[in-house]
């Protein structure tokens, strides 16, 4: 079955060392090791034109089947893959095709920064009443689960989960200060190059924030933990607050460290 029109329950990756077709690519590969696979149906830009928004261009619709399709793709044929149909990407739902594509980035961004990677399932469930409480539960740990599974596998950046929200490229996210972009997400500490754990625990002792490995994941909404923990507003907004601003010290970080390099290089 297609993908309902929404709304739609999203998860997000950010990969500070890789291009947009690698991004995406990585995150095909743990998804079809985690069980997901390919529905045959993709889209794609010819060239390899930057762009915003998939939309941006003439989106052409081709078959992918494989990894080797998208190779080829991407690397013989010169296209740009920006969607992919796959089964079972969320484990949410078996009998529906979900999308795996790039979230949207300011023009100006595409000159000095790239696309995080989006799966996007049917979030439907979640805003239906009938449905009950302990239903909705469910389906938010077996998505907590997905998500962590896929984080513990990727070791993205920084990720994320939301409804019908996208995650923002660090060159953005100084205009969207002020939204709660970061309520369920993942932090790499290797990325940020401080203890995400600690940093978050001295905001509020009843945050939800979990270690993983070298890395936190940090939740405020009660279907996105085990303990269906949910902070109040003006927390939700503190905790954005501190991811938005450690997010972009690194990414300043990173940003001085490539134009050094760079320097270098032409010197030498």
Request: some cysteine; charged content about 15%.
């Given at each position: ?10 998860m997000?990756?950010?990969f ?7 991004s ?7 998804l079809?090791?985690?069980g ?6 993709a ?8 762009f915003?928004s998939v ?15 998208y190779?080829?793709?991407c ?8 969607q992919v149909?796959?089964?079972n990407?969320s484990?949410?739902?078996s ?8 979230s ?14 989006s799966?996007w ?10 449905l009950g409480a ?5 389906l ?12 513990c ?14 995650l923002?490229c ?17 932090l790499?500490d ?23 490995d070298?890395?936190?994941?940090i939740s ?7 303990f269906?923990?949910?902070a109040?507003?003006?927390?939700i907004?503190e ?11 690194a ?5 001085r ?12």
């Amino acid at each position: 079955m297609k993908l309902h029109l929404g709304p739609f329950l999203e998860m997000h990756f950010y990969f500070a060392d890789c291009s947009d077709q690698e991004s995406l690519r990585r995150v095909l590969v743990a998804l079809q090791e985690g069980g997901a696979h390919y529905t045959g149906s993709a889209l794609a830009h010819k060239g390899q034109q930057s762009f915003g928004s998939v939309s941006d261009q003439q989106r052409l619709a081709v078959p992918l089947f494989n990894l080797n399709d998208y190779d080829r793709y991407c690397y013989q044929n010169e296209y740009q893959i920006v969607q992919v149909g796959m089964l079972n990407a969320s484990t949410l739902y078996s009998d529906f095709e979900e999308i795996v594509t790039y979230s949207s980035i300011s023009t100006a961004a595409t000159l000095t920064d790239h696309h995080p990677v989006s799966i996007w399932t049917d979030g439907a469930d979640f805003h239906d009443r009938h449905l009950g409480a302990i239903h909705h539960q469910r389906l938010g740990q077996r998505c907590y689960q997905r998500f962590r599974w896929l984080c513990c596998n990727l070791q993205p950046s920084y990720a994320s989960i939301s409804f019908n929200g996208s995650l923002i490229c660090p060159s953005d996210l100084q205009q969207f200060a002020k939204q709660p972009l970061f309520q369920d997400f993942f932090l790499n500490d290797s990325y940020l190059g401080i203890d995400s754990y600690i940093l978050f625990q001295a905001i509020s002792p009843a945050l939800y924030i979990e270690k993983i490995d070298d890395s936190s994941y940090i939740s405020t909404s009660r279907f996105f933990n085990p303990f269906a923990s949910c902070a109040e507003r003006s927390l939700i907004y503190e905790v954005n607050h501190c991811a938005i601003e450690a997010i972009s010290v690194a990414h300043q970080r990173l940003f001085r460290y490539q134009a050094r390099e760079a320097l270098n290089q032409r010197q030498t």
